[in-house]
């Protein structure tokens, strides 16, 4: 994609949950992801995030399972680092690159808790994930581009004669390897972002959070002659008016805040992570920010993982998202509190209408230039 091209994406899990919603049932609910899949397709998002969590259904095989009842979606991988060799999984990624028709980009997680991590027993401290990161992303590119065997001795990594026969589908089609994406916002995650990443993704911060944050990081890419786009994450909430949308918000954070407390949870975050603490720095800024950016969900749980909201109408909300876009953000992760029901919704209004409105932010720009 160019820098004037925008992407959207959406997340898709085993089955239905949210804040808002418990999980219920079986941990994988076939049908449940193949109309989730289909209905992203359908709605015109360009990728859709499988994460990753140290409990849940693998991601490779959801992926894949994904990809065998979709036509043209492309997806986004979430990969920890440190628990597959990354010459095995440089080879596991070609693969489904291949089957998947080089619809294949990896997120790469070094991992913001150290509790979960020591679930699958890694047991590196926060700073050292982000350095075998470097190692792992370095050692990939090495398996994904290399027509001949070759040896790698390094600090967490050491192979002799390693080679994969299978490259990434997309090589084929000049991109040198699958899309790296990549989270952190730590100082020993900055470094490796502006090395390795192609797209940097940030949690729905403020705006002046996400223009010094992105400053910082085409600063470190600008050091090995990279540039870097950017994606920001969101929770958008839509209603027919403004009022309607934001009595909608008001109802999530009562039923999130009732399911906590009978689900027994607390308010504390994963401590380790650099991304949490800036979401509740915003937060105490208050609930509301900028033109549409609401906080509360964050404040409430701790500021895990993509917990902030753009309230508004489809055109509101996309107006929003325009500021992003004017600071240099040209992918948006956007999932809702009901999941299959708010990508549909998206689909009918809040993506073309963004579309739209970047397409003429663009054309203004380059009139200007012109």
Do not use: C
Request: glycine residues 8%.
């Amino acid at each position: 994609m160019s820098d004037s091209d925008i992407e959207f994406i959406g997340m898709i899990q085993g089955q239905k949950v949210s804040e808002i919603h418990p999980a219920r049932g079986p941990a994988i609910d076939r049908d449940y992801v193949r109309a989730f899949a289909q209905a992203h397709e359908a709605a015109g998002f360009d990728r859709v995030l499988v994460p990753h969590h140290s409990v849940s259904p693998d991601a490779t095989l959801t992926v894949a399972y994904a990809a065998s009842v979709t036509e043209h979606i492309h997806f986004m991988l979430a990969h920890r680092p440190g628990f597959v060799a990354p010459t095995l999984a440089a080879r596991q990624f070609a693969s489904l690159d291949q089957f998947s028709g080089g619809r294949l980009g990896v997120h790469y997680i070094s991992g913001g808790s150290d509790d979960e991590q020591k679930r699958d027993g890694d047991w590196l401290d926060h700073d050292q994930r982000y350095a075998r990161t470097d190692e792992y992303l370095e050692v990939l590119r090495k398996v994904w581009t290399h027509d001949k065997p070759f040896d790698h001795e390094g600090p967490h990594y050491r192979f002799q004669g390693a080679f994969s026969e299978v490259k990434p589908l997309q090589t084929q089609n000049g991109r040198p390897h699958v899309p790296v994406y990549f989270g952190g916002a730590s100082e020993a995650a900055i470094p490796v972002a502006g090395k390795h990443a192609d797209v940097y993704a940030l949690w729905g911060e403020s705006l002046e959070q996400a223009r010094e944050l992105t400053g910082r990081v085409r600063a470190e890419a600008a050091k090995h002659g990279r540039s870097v786009r950017f994606s920001v994450s969101f929770r958008p909430i839509l209603a027919d008016t403004e009022e309607k949308a934001w009595a909608r918000a008001d109802a999530i954070l009562a039923e999130t805040r009732r399911l906590r407390v009978v689900q027994g949870y607390s308010r504390g975050g994963p401590l380790q992570s650099e991304g949490a603490r800036r979401l509740l720095a915003a937060a105490e800024k208050g609930t509301r920010l900028d033109k549409r950016l609401w906080t509360a969900i964050a404040q409430e749980t701790g500021g895990r993982s993509n917990s902030t909201a753009l309230v508004g109408t489809p055109e509101q909300v996309a107006d929003a998202l325009l500021d992003y876009h004017a600071l240099g953000v040209t992918t948006f992760l956007i999932r809702g509190f009901d999941p299959l029901e708010d990508a549909i919704d998206y689909g009918r209004e809040l993506i073309p209408r963004t579309r739209e409105l970047v397409a003429q932010q663009v054309a203004a720009q380059r009139k200007k230039a012109a």
